[in-house]
């Protein structure tokens, strides 16, 4: 919420000023809610069998699924319980995102090879190549931007172009 959701509502023009300030009273936007014209964004904590089965929406979106708890409280799978939030909306939309956890105990790895697994490519920003985003080269696979480090500082991590082999650093990511 305050990470990731208040910047982005900050900073994004279309957004800006759709979420009340957190600072008034009764504003509609706390911690865990959002309230704006048209909807409300809840926020709840995959561990929170209460959170995850206590409101119908049409829409759910779920954030590094494969990190989740097998289960919520006695309740089972986090995922499933927030999913069946949805199950009275014929148009509902489920979202499921997350960075794949090892291969065959992955929870997002099954939807994903259900569905239309097409990736998403980015220009470098020294010689236009579009190629994904990658943490490491996979046999079988197009090889795109792999993630490198100098020994012992992952703090320090930067992609690599495979096309001119550039270092592309963090800061190049909101351009890419």
């Known amino acids: 919420s305050k990470i990731e959701l208040a910047p982005m509502f900050r900073d994004t023009p279309v ?3 759709k979420i009340r300030s957190a600072k008034s009273r009764d504003s509609g936007n706390t911690i865990q809610q959002k309230d704006f014209v048209g909807g409300t964004i809840y926020l709840v904590g995959a561990n929170s069998p209460a959170d995850l089965s206590g409101i119908t929406v049409g829409d759910v979106f779920l954030d590094e699924v494969d990190r989740y708890p097998l289960e919520a409280g006695e309740e089972g ?6 999913i069946r939030r949805t199950a009275t909306f014929p148009n509902r939309k489920v979202v499921l995102n997350s960075s794949p956890a090892s291969r065959g105990s992955s929870k997002v790895e099954p939807s994903f090879l259900e569905g239309d697994p097409r990736r998403y490519h980015v220009p470098c920003p020294f010689c236009s190549v579009m190629k994904t985003l990658q943490f490491r080269a996979e046999s ?3 090889l795109g931007f792999t993630m490198e480090w100098p020994e012992d500082d992952p703090a320090a991590a930067f992609f690599r ?13 909101i351009w890419m």
């Open 15 to 17: 957004l800006w000023g």
């Open 77 to 82: 799978d986090p995922m499933d319980l927030a």
């Open 140 to 142: 079988g696979r197009e």
């Open 161 to 173: 172009c495979p096309e001119c082999k550039a270092e592309v650093h963090e800061d190049r990511k």
